[in-house]
């Protein structure tokens, strides 16, 4: 208990430093935002523009990787667009929009993974897209490929079965399972740039909540009582013969040890907060990421 009301005082205090910091220069860090944010956009556009052309040699199909290109750009202009019209809104209301942090450190980290989260929201948008079409032509592609082979899903039954498929069934699964085929690289080069950029953000917003975490787990308290040898800290009990006196009683002297440092740390801090999201492990990211599920 002690350490929980020590953190959350040192939290409250840096949140108020820091607040205090904010309010004094809000229009400088406002101005470095809004490049920043204007920075990511510019450097998408390019990026799109470089994949509509040929990307390290690849040869694309030039009108669907055109339509993708054009469609994604028009994602990137309607969120500009709406940062140009909140701007003066947020110029006007910035000071007040920080307030909040007075709350303490650790709901700054959380504003500062909700301005992450708000300032990539335009490649989010694509990486959803993006993930979307991917998996949906993975899908279309793993049906037709059961017809090429003569066979379907039972969704009664839950299993593949045979089946006997007319010619022209035949041609137009072979058709539309060669033209998804060779639309699916276009689409995979889309995908896989996207994600990247999604992977990244998702361990910038990991180091965040873990930073949060594992500030308020900084056990001062404990180091405290540690320091001063308080009996809350007290170990084993060492007990030293030294001897008998005149009348033959036994003479012996203990002594309070107190705890091992490690020891102390790990017995007063308390316990790991819970995570307030759901964290997926490597596999199921690497799996999510080869099958197109939106992370």
């Not at 949140?15 to 229009?27: D, F, H, P, R, S």
């Not at 199909?61 to 055109?66: E, I, Q, R, S």
């Not at 379907?152 to 035949?170: A, E, H, I, T």
């Not at 799996?287 to 939106?294: A, F, K, Q």
Request: charged share 10%; hydrophobic share 50%; net charge positive.
């Amino acid at each position: 208990m002690g350490n929980v009301v020590i953190i959350k005082l040192v939290d409250i205090i840096i949140g108020i430093l820091l607040t205090n910091y904010v309010v004094q220069y809000e229009n400088q860090i406002f101005i470095f935002l809004y490049n920043s944010i204007e920075g990511i956009i510019s450097s998408l556009k390019g990026l799109l523009f470089y994949l509509m052309g040929s990307p390290i040699g690849l040869k694309l199909n030039y009108g669907f990787n055109n339509f993708l290109g054009q469609f994604f750009l028009y994602h990137i202009s309607l969120w500009r667009i709406f940062l140009h019209g909140t701007s003066p809104v947020l110029t006007s209301y910035f000071k007040y929009l920080m307030l909040p942090g007075i709350l303490g450190f650790s709901y700054q980290i959380a504003m500062m993974s909700d301005i992450l989260a708000i300032a990539t929201f335009h490649s989010y948008c694509i990486y959803v897209n993006g993930a979307r079409l991917f998996n949906l032509q993975l899908k279309c592609l793993t049906s037709l490929w059961r017809v090429l082979i003569g066979r379907k899903f039972n969704p009664l039954r839950g299993r593949v079965d045979s089946c006997q498929y007319s010619q022209n069934q035949m041609f137009i699964g072979t058709l539309s399972f060669s033209i998804l085929l060779f639309l699916l690289p276009t689409t995979a080069m889309y995908y896989v740039v996207f994600s990247v950029f999604r992977l990244v953000t998702l361990l910038i917003d990991r180091f965040l909540l873990t930073a949060r975490n594992l500030f308020y787990n900084i056990p001062i308290y404990s180091i405290y009582l540690w320091l001063v040898n308080a009996s809350s800290v007290a170990g084993n009990i060492h007990i030293i013969w030294k001897g008998f006196d005149e009348v033959g009683n036994v003479i012996i002297e203990a002594k309070l040890n107190k705890l091992p440092f490690i020891y102390t740390i790990k017995k007063f801090t308390p316990d790991p907060l819970n995570k307030t999201r759901q964290q997926k492990n490597l596999g199921d990211v690497f799996r999510s990421i080869l099958t197109g599920v939106v992370l």
